[in-house]
């Protein structure tokens, strides 16, 4: 396993790259907002990065990016990697790909950014990195999202994400859907 704390990753494609939250730039992401539609669909970015630390410090391995065009933040991605989706899915198939795999925990564009093709290319940007296998390769990367986010079902399956229907979670409103690596 790379060593996590001193990775440093920025990848360019077109006009935006990645570069890791720290305590220097954190506040880039912290202003950044959904449309008021979509604020039902995920938490917002401070709220992502506390839980990051907190599943850091349990001994998981989590990723926080800033999404960048230029210098200028449109968007954030926290990754995982080997993160259980259920704490008994070892013994689960309906969950197995979540095992040595890689989570697309949270994605967001800022509301001023969207509409433009940014997200395609931020994920894009995201696939790259996560072959790069910053733990180790992974066979897969899934993510979960709920099923009324159209634009995110679409966007993500337009990548090859799969649908896992049999683990849908109907008390959370989640689908999760897998990408073959």
């Known amino acids: 396993i790379q060593q996590i704390d001193n990775f440093e990753f920025m990848e ?11 305590y220097l730039n954190w506040h880039d992401v912290e202003s950044l907002h959904v449309t008021r539609e979509q604020k039902e ?15 850091r410090e ?10 960048y065009k230029g210098k200028k933040t449109i968007g954030f991605v926290m990754i995982g ?12 198939e309906k969950y197995r790909f979540t095992r040595s795999s890689y989570f697309i925990w949270r994605f967001m564009i800022d509301k001023r950014y969207q509409g433009r093709g940014y997200g395609k290319e931020a994920m894009k940007l995201i696939l790259d990195y996560i ?14 999202y709920s099923p009324k986010n159209t ?13 896992v229907t049999e ?3 109907a008390v959370d409103d989640e689908m999760l859907a897998v990408l073959k690596l």
């Open 41 to 55: 669909f995920l938490p917002d970015n401070v709220t992502s990065l506390a839980y990051a630390g907190i599943v």
């Open 131 to 144: 072959k790069t296998g910053p733990c180790r390769k992974a066979e897969y990367a899934w993510i979960s």
């Open 167 to 169: 683990a849908y979670n």
């Open 151 to 163: 634009v995110a079902r679409r966007l993500y399956a337009s990548f090859g994400f799969e649908e």
């Open 12 to 22: 360019t494609t077109m006009e935006l790259h990645l570069e890791k939250i720290t």
């Open 81 to 92: 990697y080997d993160i259980p989706y259920e704490p008994d899915d070892d013994l689960n």
């Open 58 to 67: 349990s001994g998981f391995h989590v990723f926080t990016f800033g999404i």
